[in-house]
């Protein structure tokens, strides 16, 4: 069974003064989402817009996907039908068409997606870009999506049609491609990166492609309305799924950068230093080391 | 962890004039091969030839792959080493480079590999263009790499170094890359798709594809030197994994293709036919439905 153009491989015009953006993205049962307690529709939205997330942190504009399915032959029915429902909706949502890909059956249900985008020629913006001084933003708000994880925990599949943002952040997530493209073609980000796997896990990798330290603010993380106190502030610290952006900003940029974009808070969190640690500062008094604890494969 | 160019997606430079090719494959521990027997060496060179071999298929030039890897955490010393050896003596023998992917953690070790290839513009061929009366063709010999499994399977993990040609096409196959260029730049096929599921099941595909049927002649199917009786044609007929060319070729470019392709043989097995049906002429007074019996997960 093969989805999309039906042939061995799929075909793709590039843009002239355009680079290919790449990149796959795993979404395993049991690891990124549970066969019986997520909406089959959520997957399938899901899958889709956390890859094309990666293609946002550089820069780029998705165009088009490879969906990989490997499905019990007890899911090829509904179960299938509401997921391709769901990848549907999110592909019509971020403008970016199924060209192919791979199905097979599996016990497990697997789900591997690549996405191919394009960015302007020189215009891409990489982890690898931030400098001692740059000052470090955050989008939108941290955490929410933790929270939305908590709050499907507690109520589980029979979510009220009316959902909470957190829940609809943690079931629908909406990748930032229009700030990504923003930010790289006005040239404001040295750095840039999506926030998928938590703050303090993700900015360690943004510093150390750097080859750069940060000092985070402990005050100055967004959270969303109604989150408050140490819990939330974990949430924002540490919490997953939330693919908003992380990028560094050079201090005369960082002048002429708007602290809103379409109507999303740009948030300055920190600032880029030389020495290699990512350090928290909690008040004028403590700075604390922020260690990576977010999402990590091997750690879990 | 993150392998390849370490940033959240890969950037790709598409030639002036060409098109882009892009393909996934699976590669499952239980369907594809398995973790106790098949050398992690030959799952590395294998998960990316087959994936390769749909490039070629379409008269592409495989440039770079996305590694899309989940292992349990005991694989990620030995296991994984030769792993990566394997992969990257394909990639060398391919020429084609490893530019980003995503790894995680997962109980059944699951591969899933991204190629994307060019072909010069107008020149891909695809699986929809056989006409009746055009020649069906296939490259090299059928069955030889079944026949390795059944070897491989007699004699388990430590097959001797001195490989048979069998053994050695199950293990590390090529996909046909310079053949597949060579017809699609000469124009010599009109539909070609590669042979990975058994001919039976495959010519069905390219047969549907382009609304034709199609009659094989059983006695013209290649076969390697030493297979003959009922059980090799039966594997010339319906093993997998032979990741050779099936191309249809017009009358009149049939009279100047050679039947040879630096020392590959070119053998013409049958004609494209109007009616939809998939024939087998096993002499001349008995012609049978070939049914696809080949590889398909969802009929195991």
């Not at 061995?8 to 049962?29: K, M």
């Not at 817009?49 to 399915?69: E, H, K, Q, T």
């Not at 690549?114 to 939108?140: H, I, M, N």
């Amino acid at each position: 069974m093969r989805l999309g153009c039906g042939d061995d491989a799929a075909l793709w015009q590039p843009r002239p003064g355009y680079q290919t953006v790449l990149t796959s993205d795993w979404f395993l049962e049991g690891s990124h989402f549970l066969r019986e307690k997520h909406p089959a529709d959520s997957v399938g939205w899901k899958c889709l817009a956390r890859a094309v997330s990666d293609i946002a942190a550089m820069g780029g504009i998705p165009r088009c996907f490879l969906l990989n399915l490997a499905i019990p032959a007890s899911h090829t029915g509904r179960w299938l039908d509401e997921f391709l429902g769901g990848l549907r909706r999110a592909a019509k949502f971020l403008r970016c068409s199924m060209a192919g890909g791979d199905t097979t059956r599996n016990h497990q249900i697997l789900i591997n997606v690549t996405v191919v985008g394009e960015v302007k020629q020189g215009k891409a913006v990489l982890r690898s870009g931030a400098r001692p001084g740059d000052l470090l933003f955050v989008s939108g708000n941290l955490g929410e999506a933790e929270l939305g994880l908590q709050e499907f925990r507690r109520r589980g599949k029979h979510a009220p049609k009316a959902m909470s943002p957190a829940l609809r952040k943690h079931l629908y997530p909406k990748p930032q491609i229009q700030l990504g493209q923003w930010l790289a073609e006005n040239q404001f980000a040295s750095a840039m990166m999506d926030l998928s796997d938590g703050l303090s896990t993700d900015l360690g990798r943004l510093c150390e492609a750097s080859g750069v330290g940060a000092v985070v603010e402990e005050c100055a993380v967004p959270l969303a309305r109604g989150m408050a106190g140490q819990e939330a502030i974990g949430c924002g610290l540490h919490g997953g799924d939330d693919y908003e952006l992380l990028f560094t900003v050079h201090p005369k940029q960082a002048q002429r950068l708007p602290r809103q974009y379409q109507g999303l808070r740009l948030t300055p969190i920190g600032e880029i230093t030389r020495g290699r640690q990512i350090l928290l500062r909690i008040d004028d008094a403590s700075v604390v080391p922020l260690k990576p604890s977010g999402w990590d494969p091997f750690r879990k």
